[in-house]
């Protein structure tokens, strides 16, 4: 009897372990884009990036304060030979038999240095710096964008997958009843034993179309949830009402909303105002150097000299005078540098007008699909009817019962498929367009 219990409790502990593995999650479209956005890794290295470029520009910053160093010595010395040269010659001879006793230094200083004028180097670095950080900070937006495209993506082909999922077991289901139905049949010599086959062959072809729906279903399952961290046997269920309740406003109709909203475009255009200012950067060299400078200095040499309170004040200027020959080719690194950002800003235009074209049209396209898939289903369903209608009344045959079971198959799972077509390509617009963040209510990184 106790074996009995325990047999019993690992059923219900092994029930429970399998329902809890196949924890199932609702998820609406804006809910999984925010989730990626918190959770993804390409998400959070951009962030980063911002992050590290943002402390990169106040270290340039801090460059405008004065450098304060303070240092201190003690040495102790050898007997060192101290021969006072400011004495005069009998004091000499006197001294030479009365030589100070020296093993002992102590020195402090503190000095400081404020830059005044560089060939204006260090406000230039400072733009640099900053147009890198905003530039960074549109990649960032930009890579949320791309996250946010690729979560569409994936929801809308979980989508189709579990539609077509469905409308293949329905049809599944009424594939099996048609073959007890001609199995009974066939027994009666109602129908001919091929009339059979061809239903039990149809049933085998749902049966594999089945099979590979549900794997593709069970792939992009766990892509998705990869992308947005959850557990990989989460069951996630989409929510119809992003693909039956979507109604798309504001399309863009040109490329004028790219060329303002691109975020990559946007970061291209900060790294062309930094590779432009990193040329005056360079033309710097050119310029000699000011400061202001100050310092206190406390000494004691033991038993020879002890100096306090000694502060010193002036300007000091330096200036390299090799770098007029080797400047000359900084400022080509530079310039050559600035070309490359503005030729890879026009490169990335054009790619954005052919890349906003096309999203159009596929958007016109998917629309005008929409609704003739619509048509197909109406025209698809009341041809089948007939045909029933007619087979069993012996004016059709199988073959023609099941080609129309098939078209009906068929347009409904195209049906579906262009319901969320319409969907994935005016987000997919709205992405080229760089509106797709501002869809979702993205108003800081």
């Known amino acids: 009897m106790k074996a009995n219990y325990l047999i019993l409790f690992g059923v219900l502990f092994l029930g429970i372990t399998s329902v809890e593995a196949q924890e199932k999650r609702s998820l609406t479209l804006d809910e999984a884009i925010h989730l990626a956005w918190e959770k993804s890794n390409e998400v959070n290295l951009a962030n980063a990036k911002v992050t590290t470029k943002k402390y990169e520009l106040q270290s340039v910053k801090n460059n405008r304060y004065p450098d304060l160093k303070a240092s201190a010595q003690y040495q102790r010395l050898t007997n060192a030979n101290v021969d006072m040269k400011i004495n005069n010659s009998s004091e000499n001879n006197e001294s030479e038999s009365k030589t100070p006793k020296v093993n002992q230094l102590v020195l402090g200083q503190i000095n400081a240095t404020l830059p005044i004028f560089s060939g204006f180097k260090l406000k230039n670095s400072i733009k640099v710096s900053d147009n890198l950080y905003q530039a960074e900070t549109a990649n960032a937006l930009q890579t949320k964008e791309e996250t946010a495209m690729k979560v569409i993506n994936y929801y809308v082909a979980l989508y189709k997958a579990q539609k077509t999922v469905d409308l293949l077991n329905e049809n599944y289901k009424s594939a099996e009843q048609r073959v007890k139905d001609f199995t009974e049949l066939e027994k009666n010599e109602i129908v001919p034993k091929n009339d059979l ?249």
Do not use: W
């Open 197 to 445: 086959l061809k239903t039990q062959l149809q049933l085998s072809k749902v049966q594999l179309s089945l099979d590979q729906a549900k794997s593709d279903l069970n792939v992009i399952n766990y892509e998705l949830n990869n992308l947005l961290k959850l557990n990989p046997d989460t069951k996630i269920a989409v929510s119809e009402s992003d693909f039956y309740n979507f109604e798309p406003n504001n399309i863009p109709v040109d490329e004028n909303p790219a060329l303002e909203n691109r975020k990559d475009l946007e970061a291209l255009r900060f790294q062309e105002k930094a590779s432009l200012a990193n040329i005056k950067v360079a033309r710097s060299g050119y310029y000699p150097s000011l400061s202001l400078i100050g310092g206190y200095t406390t000494l004691d040499l033991k038993n020879v000299v002890t100096v306090q309170n000694a502060m010193n004040f002036g300007v000091g200027i330096s200036y390299n005078l090799s770098g007029i020959l080797k400047n000359g080719t900084e400022v080509k690194v530079a310039k050559s540098h600035a070309e490359e950002v503005q030729t890879s800003q026009m490169m990335l235009t054009d790619h954005i007008k052919v890349q906003v074209q096309k999203a159009i049209e596929d958007y016109d396209l998917a629309v005008k699909q929409k609704v003739v898939y619509n048509e197909a289903v109406v025209q698809a369903t009341e041809n089948y009817r007939i045909l029933k209608d007619k087979y069993d009344n012996g004016l059709a045959d199988t073959n023609d019962l099941l080609e129309a079971d098939v078209e009906q198959l068929s347009s409904k799972i195209n049906d579906a498929v262009a319901k969320a077509n319409v969907t994935q390509k005016y987000y997919s617009l709205l992405s080229v367009t760089g509106q797709l963040n501002q869809t979702f209510n993205l108003t800081k990184i």
